[in-house]
């Protein structure tokens, strides 16, 4: 069993819609919570940064992190084309100095 | 003015040579990063060096060498390439005490 799992996708709604991203784990120490977006032949951008539970807000996107589920996701208001890449979320606990990364899901937002 | 960057972005090789990528960060952060991601874009922690020092080799071959000649640049080298090496690999760096990685835009090697 992978320590983070996250459905690989593809995912593909119409453009205005919320996107509902997900990410399961099973090392209770994780602490801290990250989404990147990931353009093709791009690196992956920081979108979101979580500490422990709760909720973060970003413009058009939201972080939620359940620790007692361990369960994270990402929301994405009124979706753009531009919005359509692979979204990763990643994962770690104190003092790991390693990121441990879901698969990813690659999203398309279709105008 | 690139934050993490890294050369070359592309690099195609035959099988059995040697080669190098470089990275350098103007962040000024004390931790850097190789990560392997694989053609299903998963993304894996190779080695993490903190202050020019070796924290984590994760299970890597040892002809990947990483380089640390100062905290702002984390150089790797590969000996006697194989076709299982192809991947893009990324270069990353974060502050000590904070966790957010940066990542470069990537090396995609092809070893043929």
């Known amino acids: 069993q992978k320590e983070v799992e996250q459905d690989p996708g593809p995912l593909s709604v119409p453009e205005g819609v919320i996107v509902s991203l997900n990410c399961t784990y099973s090392?209770?120490?994780?602490?801290?919570f990250m989404w990147y977006r990931q353009y093709s032949r791009k690196g992956p951008e920081l979108l979101m940064y979580t500490y422990s539970s709760g909720n973060k807000e970003d413009g058009r996107f939201t972080a939620q992190v359940d620790k007692s589920s361990k369960y994270i996701s990402l929301f994405i208001r009124d979706s753009q084309p531009s919005d359509s890449a692979t979204y990763l979320c990643?994962?770690?606990?104190?003092?790991?100095?390693?990121?441990?990364f879901g698969q990813g899901t690659r999203l398309t937002i279709n105008p | 003015d690139t934050a993490v960057s890294q050369t070359p972005k592309y690099l195609v090789t035959q099988m059995g040579n040697d080669k190098s990528i470089k990275c350098e960060q103007n962040?000024?952060?004390?931790?850097m990063y190789w990560y392997k991601q694989d053609s299903k874009k998963f993304l894996k922690i190779m080695f993490s060096y903190n202050n020019k020092e070796l924290i984590i080799n994760e299970t890597v071959p040892n002809r990947f060498s990483p380089k640390s000649p100062d905290k702002a640049h984390l150089n790797l080298h590969i000996n006697s390439l194989e076709l299982g090496d192809s991947a893009v690999y990324f270069c990353?760096?974060?502050?000590?005490?904070?966790?957010?990685?940066?990542f470069g835009q990537g090396t995609r090697l092809t070893v043929v």
């Open positions: 990353a760096s974060s502050r000590i005490q904070n966790t957010e990685a940066f």
């Open positions: 962040l000024g952060h004390d931790t």
């Open positions: 090392n209770s120490a994780f602490q801290y």
């Open positions: 990643a994962m770690t606990s104190q003092g790991a100095q390693k990121l441990v």
